[in-house]
């Protein structure tokens, strides 16, 4: 482990030469926390009610306000970097795989991704196309990843991690905020939001912001990759209440990107057959959400959540328009002394538009889907306040599968403030997406074979089922003092049913079907320390291992490779340090290592490509110049010009990411 040892190094080796009075600069809740207190953070994501970080029985990871603000990233995507477990590749400039414990990609299907409990992810193919994902990031209170199922509560496609991205009430956006950046890469970020008091009890805040990004640079040659892009968003939010009894919220945003992208292979059905073409679109979309909460008594409530979300992303593959409307119901209560139940229903409708082209096509073209859902989640209380037994489970009805049920049973003990045990057993599934029951991809065309030429597909079918896991999980939080915290999580993940491309026969081998015939499992430890050794400098280590263990089955034909893209796909270890320095009150220093180790790309046309592991540092200096005034100079990638960090599965040219020096401005009035 040389490389992590030079990270170490390069993040360890900086002294503060401050007197010791020096405090962390003040105005942010979590920046004046220690390490125990940080451990007492209010989560909702693991069991859809508040609770206390430490007491969770899950492998769960909080990025703060703050945390986002001393990284210096200037998107969601790079901010998630700061979590152990999860895999964050940026595969171009407008393109990120990310996932949590392997099985990464483009189109990573396995993670579930919400803002503010509104879900994200494209019914497509289920995963998230991140360039459409975003918002101020000075209006994010704090990102929470579980890694790990959390299909009890969330549903299907929370199969190896949730992540929700929880904004501030607009209570604590009052007044005004501009924040100004640029630099090589990004020649101008842009944001404004105002917040104001609407009445005795109810607050209001919109917002405005604008991005653009450069093209990065082709991995071959060093040429133009055509990838840049340009972002405008706007949103609102509205939050009340009735004096203690009730509460309510409603927001919403709309956007358009245009981006620009090389595509390669493009097929076409007739000569020259195979073209790169650059590609120029647009990806809109808009939505809008309503939160209202009922106190029935000091402990019993009632929840109603329901959204409206539409997004269309108009490529020169295809062109999809999905419009989504949400319904959620729940109840949170406590009976007797030692039962904390939650439970709930919900419906979810999808409509669905395709324009298909030669090279990527679902059919029909129109269609509808419905998925029903209920969910029930009792936290018994076994010994006082040191040992508890969570038990629930979670029932579905899709249109692809059917009834899907998916239990979990949590224990957490609580020995002492300093340690606490957890262990867990859950079962999850992903259903199909849209493209895996009915799409299709021209993955070649061979104009050497007569009377004319071969056609190669990679085809959905009706008969590809949910995949399915069983997860067992442990994990271990010591806070042995209150400046230092470790948390450590280990996992044994068993697979069934997961994705396989076969032909059905050896003589159709050109026609490649989406079927289920990889099984097997997946193991790994995540580590995450905390270390503040004076008021004014802070260390935080994330280390995340993974193995695999997967066949294909007897059956298969052609899918013998399946178990070496999956494993190929994911580094075996990643390490990220970071460290903060309070310099002077007002002034700081943050430095940010990260080592990810090597993989290699999936099948198509880069089959074989590998990306090598890399050592990279990001450095950002901030000034609170005034009690209003911020000043940054931040770089990124600072330890090469370019490097692969992932190479796409399908369409585009492996692209290198940039190194990057910006400047921002953030003025408070």
Same mark, same amino acid.
């Given at each position: 482990?040389?490389?992590?040892?030079?990270?170490?190094?390069?993040?360890?080796?900086?002294?503060?030469?401050?007197?010791?009075?020096?405090?962390?600069?003040?105005?942010?809740?979590?920046?004046?926390?220690?390490?125990?207190?940080?451990?007492?953070?209010?989560?909702?994501?693991?069991?859809?009610?508040?609770?206390?970080?430490?007491?969770?029985?899950?492998?769960?990871?909080?990025?703060?306000?703050?945390?986002?603000?001393?990284?210096?990233?200037?998107?969601?995507?790079?901010?998630?970097?700061?979590?152990?477990?999860?895999?964050?590749?940026?595969?171009?400039?407008?393109?990120?795989?990310?996932?949590?414990?392997?099985?990464?990609?483009?189109?990573?299907?396995?993670?579930?991704?919400?803002?503010?409990?509104?879900?994200?992810?494209?019914?497509?193919?289920?995963?998230?196309?991140?360039?459409?994902?975003?918002?101020?990031?000075?209006?994010?209170?704090?990102?929470?990843?579980?890694?790990?199922?959390?299909?009890?509560?969330?549903?299907?496609?929370?199969?190896?991690?949730?992540?929700?991205?929880?904004?501030?009430?607009?209570?604590?956006?009052?007044?005004?905020?501009?924040?100004?950046?640029?630099?090589?890469?990004?020649?101008?970020?842009?944001?404004?939001?105002?917040?104001?008091?609407? /009445?005795?009890?109810?607050? &209001?805040?919109?917002?405005?912001?604008?991005? +653009?990004? #450069? !093209?990065?640079? =082709?991995?071959?040659?060093?040429?133009?990759?055509?990838?840049?892009?340009?972002?405008?968003?706007?949103?609102?939010?509205?939050?009340?209440?009735?004096?203690?009894?009730?509460?309510?919220?409603?927001?919403?945003?709309?956007?358009?990107?245009?981006?620009?992208?090389?595509?390669?292979?493009?097929?076409?059905?007739?000569?020259?057959?195979?073209?790169?073409?650059?590609?120029?679109?647009?990806?809109? /979309?808009?939505?809008?959400? &309503?939160?209202?909460?009922?106190?029935?008594? +000091?402990? #019993? !409530?009632?929840? =109603?959540?329901?959204?409206?979300?539409?997004?269309?992303r108009d490529e020169l593959i295809m062109d999809q328009t999905h419009r989504t409307v949400d319904l959620d119901v729940q109840y949170h209560g406590r009976f007797g002394s030692r039962h904390d139940l939650v439970t709930g229903i919900g419906y979810r409708r999808i409509d669905a538009d395709f324009d298909n082209s030669f090279q990527v096509s679902v059919t029909p073209s129109h269609r509808v889907e419905n998925l029903y859902s209920g969910f029930v989640q009792d936290e018994i209380t076994l010994v006082g306040d040191s040992l508890w037994l969570t038990l629930g489970a979670k029932w579905e009805h899709n249109d692809f599968t059917g009834n899907e049920i998916q239990p979990s049973g949590r224990l957490l003990w609580k020995m002492n403030n300093r340690h606490t045990l957890w262990a867990s057993v859950s079962r999850a599934v992903r259903t199909p997406s849209e493209f895996e029951d009915s799409g299709r991809i021209t993955i070649a065309v061979d104009p050497t074979s007569p009377p004319f030429p071969r056609l190669f597909t990679l085809n959905g079918s009706e008969n590809f089922h949910s995949e399915e896991l069983i997860a067992y999980e442990a994990g271990y939080r010591w806070l042995p003092m209150d400046e230092f915290s470790l948390d450590l999580a280990l996992y044994y993940n068993d697979y069934d049913k997961l994705f396989?491309?076969?032909?059905?026969?050896?003589?159709?081998?050109?026609?490649?079907?989406?079927?289920?015939?990889?099984?097997?499992?997946?193991?790994?430890?995540?580590?995450?320390?905390?270390?503040?050794?004076?008021?004014?400098?802070?260390?935080?280590?994330?280390?995340?291992?993974?193995?695999?263990?997967?066949?294909?089955?007897?059956?298969?034909?052609?899918?013998?490779?399946?178990?070496?893209?999956?494993?190929?796909?994911?580094?075996?270890?990643?390490?990220?340090?970071?460290?903060?320095?309070?310099?002077?009150?007002?002034?700081?220093?943050?430095?940010?290592?990260?080592?990810?180790?090597?993989?290699?790309?999936?099948?198509?046309?880069?089959?074989?490509?590998?990306?090598?592991?890399?050592?990279?540092?990001?450095?950002?200096?901030?000034?609170?110049?005034?009690?209003?005034?911020?000043?940054?100079?931040?770089?990124?990638?600072?330890?090469?010009?370019?490097?692969?960090?992932?190479?796409?599965?399908?369409?585009?040219?492996?692209?290198?990411?940039?190194?990057?020096?910006?400047?921002?401005?953030?003025?408070?009035?």
């Amino acid at each position: 482990m040389k490389s992590t040892g030079l990270l170490a190094a390069l993040c360890l080796g900086i002294g503060v030469d401050t007197p010791s009075s020096f405090a962390a600069t003040g105005g942010n809740e979590y920046l004046d926390m220690n390490i125990s207190q940080l451990m007492q953070i209010t989560i909702t994501s693991v069991s859809k009610k508040p609770q206390n970080l430490a007491n969770s029985a899950a492998a769960v990871f909080v990025i703060t306000r703050d945390d986002i603000r001393r990284s210096g990233v200037t998107s969601i995507p790079e901010a998630l970097r700061m979590a152990p477990g999860l895999q964050v590749a940026r595969v171009d400039a407008n393109k990120w795989a990310i996932t949590s414990r392997g099985f990464s990609g483009t189109f990573a299907n396995k993670l579930l991704v919400m803002i503010d409990g509104r879900s994200v992810y494209s019914p497509t193919f289920s995963g998230v196309y991140w360039d459409m994902q975003d918002t101020m990031l000075e209006d994010i209170d704090r990102i929470e990843v579980i890694r790990g199922p959390g299909a009890t509560i969330w549903g299907a496609n929370a199969v190896n991690g949730v992540i929700n991205i929880i904004t501030k009430k607009a209570g604590d956006t009052q007044g005004g905020l501009v924040a100004l950046g640029g630099g090589n890469q990004e020649p101008f970020s842009g944001g404004m939001r105002y917040g104001v008091k609407m /009445g005795e009890s109810a607050y &209001g805040r919109v917002y405005v912001k604008y991005h +653009r990004q #450069d !093209s990065f640079k =082709l991995h071959e040659d060093g040429s133009n990759a055509d990838d840049d892009w340009e972002t405008m968003r706007s949103g609102f939010r509205m939050d009340g209440d009735h004096g203690a009894m009730s509460s309510w919220s409603l927001q919403g945003d709309i956007y358009r990107n245009n981006e620009n992208q090389l595509v390669f292979p493009y097929w076409l059905p007739q000569p020259p057959y195979r073209v790169k073409r650059r590609d120029s679109f647009d990806a809109t /979309g808009g939505n809008i959400l &309503g939160h209202w909460r009922q106190r029935i008594s +000091r402990t #019993d !409530s009632l929840t =109603l959540q329901a959204y409206y979300d539409y997004t269309n992303r108009d490529e020169l593959i295809m062109d999809q328009t999905h419009r989504t409307v949400d319904l959620d119901v729940q109840y949170h209560g406590r009976f007797g002394s030692r039962h904390d139940l939650v439970t709930g229903i919900g419906y979810r409708r999808i409509d669905a538009d395709f324009d298909n082209s030669f090279q990527v096509s679902v059919t029909p073209s129109h269609r509808v889907e419905n998925l029903y859902s209920g969910f029930v989640q009792d936290e018994i209380t076994l010994v006082g306040d040191s040992l508890w037994l969570t038990l629930g489970a979670k029932w579905e009805h899709n249109d692809f599968t059917g009834n899907e049920i998916q239990p979990s049973g949590r224990l957490l003990w609580k020995m002492n403030n300093r340690h606490t045990l957890w262990a867990s057993v859950s079962r999850a599934v992903r259903t199909p997406s849209e493209f895996e029951d009915s799409g299709r991809i021209t993955i070649a065309v061979d104009p050497t074979s007569p009377p004319f030429p071969r056609l190669f597909t990679l085809n959905g079918s009706e008969n590809f089922h949910s995949e399915e896991l069983i997860a067992y999980e442990a994990g271990y939080r010591w806070l042995p003092m209150d400046e230092f915290s470790l948390d450590l999580a280990l996992y044994y993940n068993d697979y069934d049913k997961l994705f396989t491309a076969d032909p059905y026969s050896p003589q159709t081998f050109n026609h490649l079907f989406m079927q289920n015939k990889l099984h097997g499992s997946t193991y790994g430890v995540e580590v995450a320390a905390d270390w503040r050794p004076l008021p004014q400098v802070r260390f935080k280590l994330g280390y995340t291992y993974i193995g695999f263990d997967l066949k294909v089955d007897t059956d298969a034909i052609t899918a013998n490779d399946d178990n070496r893209i999956v494993k190929e796909t994911s580094p075996r270890h990643q390490v990220s340090l970071q460290s903060s320095y309070t310099l002077t009150r007002g002034l700081q220093l943050n430095l940010w290592g990260r080592y990810v180790g090597r993989l290699k790309s999936s099948k198509g046309i880069h089959a074989d490509r590998r990306v090598d592991s890399y050592l990279e540092l990001d450095a950002n200096v901030s000034w609170h110049a005034t009690d209003n005034l911020e000043l940054m100079l931040a770089g990124s990638n600072l330890l090469d010009s370019g490097h692969l960090e992932y190479i796409s599965e399908f369409f585009t040219l492996p692209t290198e990411v940039q190194r990057s020096v910006y400047g921002k401005l953030t003025y408070h009035f």
